[in-house]
């Protein structure tokens, strides 16, 4: 008994296992595969939110506006061919994670130069 609740880590719990997730990641992509490609054969199973290809990487990010929807096509659609490749799909990381940790380097970048402009104005 208390053996099985050791298991319910919320702390460690996957990001792949997080319900409100609905972005999947799609890897193995054929490098002709165009973010419309990716539209029109997801979009078969719910509206979507944002798709996105990376410049010059093999792989693809298409999130769903719903949850069902985005476990329906990781299930359909993956190992399926699109393009010349068998894609490989995965739930992806939700955008919102990389939103949590901004680079410092470019927060202090701005916040100087921002400074800097009020400072002239109130002199100038």
Known sequence: FEHAASYQNPQGAQNENDPNNTTIFVGNLDPNVTDDHLRQVFGQYGELV???IPAGKRCG???FAD???AEEALRVLNGTLLGGQNVRLSWGRSPSNKQAQPDPNQ???SGYYGYAQGYDK???
């Open 122 to 124: 109130g002199f100038g």
């Open 67 to 69: 949850r069902i929807c």
């Open 107 to 109: 927060w202090n970048g």
């Open 61 to 63: 990010f298409v999130q």
């Open 50 to 52: 944002h798709v996105k």
